[in-house]
């Protein structure tokens, strides 16, 4: 199967994408447009519904998301930064909490293509939960992103209020991409004890099949610290998993193509069903520094679910990819 996707009415789709963009009209406003695959099929995406009328709200965006697909949105929203509206773009991932796993590794595969076509954000949200895409989150998250969201931390040795850095503290790492000013990635500290790990899954020498990693003490603002590893397959990994944990792993299989073994390697973000919308959300942030650490998979899977998580589901994404 391949993975690229194919646009139906093209002309509908880059017309859709361009108004959540443009800025003529009214700068302060919510517009949004919805992207499904036609007829559930992974290679094609449309339009399924879009609004960039004056009185646009992201609610209706929200309430098109269905639960048993995989659909994807450009949303287009507005933070204050030094008393001014500052235009933010968020591509959201959705993948029904009632998509199949066997599914989800179909569609998988041609995410990226997906994400090239609609174009760059500030803001990316992978989720299946509604609760991720609250109004409220969301602002939150881009503010912080912005550096313009004030933190006000207790001390807990003196009982004193600590400031936290503001806008005029720390200037945003920006890059320019065709026209939208894009921050990078928080950079992410690493325990040694999970580079070694990851050295260890990769050689094909070594008896290590897995190796997984989360924040430490479960706080997203600390170092990824190794939580486990072993030689087992998808049953041993499921037994490490928390519904309240997010997790990283990275998974080596073999498998027999045309009668000679063939190595994999599979990367899976679990963010268990049980973890705070806001962790969610700070979660999708690190995406792009977590996967540099893990280094080029074969693809990749997100999961909530331990169900998710089995080696049936792992040989569909396989036969998937190819």
């Not at 174009?119 to 609250?134: A, K, M, R």
């Not at 912005?146 to 009982?159: M, R």
């Not at 899976?268 to 049980?274: L, M, S, Y």
Request: hydrophobic share 35%; aromatic share 6%.
């Amino acid at each position: 199967m391949s993975t690229t996707v194919e646009i139906e009415d093209s002309e509908k789709f880059q017309s859709a994408i361009s108004s959540v963009r443009s800025d003529d009209g009214e700068l302060v406003r919510q517009s949004w447009v919805l992207i499904g695959h036609v007829d559930q099929n992974p290679n094609m995406i449309h339009i399924v519904d879009n609004d960039n009328s004056p009185g646009a709200q992201i609610s209706g965006f929200v309430s098109g998301l269905q639960e048993d697909m995989v659909m994807y949105g450009l949303l287009r929203h507005s933070v204050t930064v030094d008393m001014s509206a500052t235009i933010k773009f968020i591509y959201v991932h959705w993948i029904g909490s009632k998509v199949a796993p066997s599914k989800k590794g179909r569609y998988g595969v041609v995410h990226g293509s997906v994400k090239a076509i609609i174009g760059d954000s500030h803001l990316t949200i992978e989720t299946s939960s509604l609760d991720d895409l609250n109004l409220e989150l969301i602002t939150k998250q881009l503010e912080e992103s912005s550096g313009v969201y004030n933190k006000v931390l207790e001390n807990d040795q003196h009982g004193l209020p600590e400031r936290g850095f503001t806008q005029h503290q720390v200037k945003d790492k920006k890059k320019t991409v065709t026209g939208i000013v894009v921050p990078t990635g928080p950079g992410i500290k690493v325990d040694d004890d999970v580079l070694t790990g990851i050295q260890n899954v990769r050689d094909d020498e070594n008896p290590l099949t897995w190796v997984a990693a989360g924040y430490e003490n479960g706080d997203v603002k600390k170092p990824l610290v190794k939580c486990s590893e072993g030689s087992g397959d998808t049953e041993e990994i499921r037994e490490i998993l928390a519904d309240d944990q997010v997790c990283y792993i990275l998974y080596r299989k073999t498998e027999i193509v045309h009668e000679v073994p063939t190595i994999k390697f599979i990367f899976i973000t679990w963010v268990g069903e049980n973890v705070k919308p806001m962790t969610k959300a700070k979660v999708s942030t690190k995406k792009s520094a977590v996967q540099d650490i893990f280094k080029t998979a074969h693809f990749t899977l997100f999961m909530s679910s331990k169900s998710e998580l089995t080696e049936a589901s792992i040989k569909s994404a396989m036969s998937i990819s190819g």
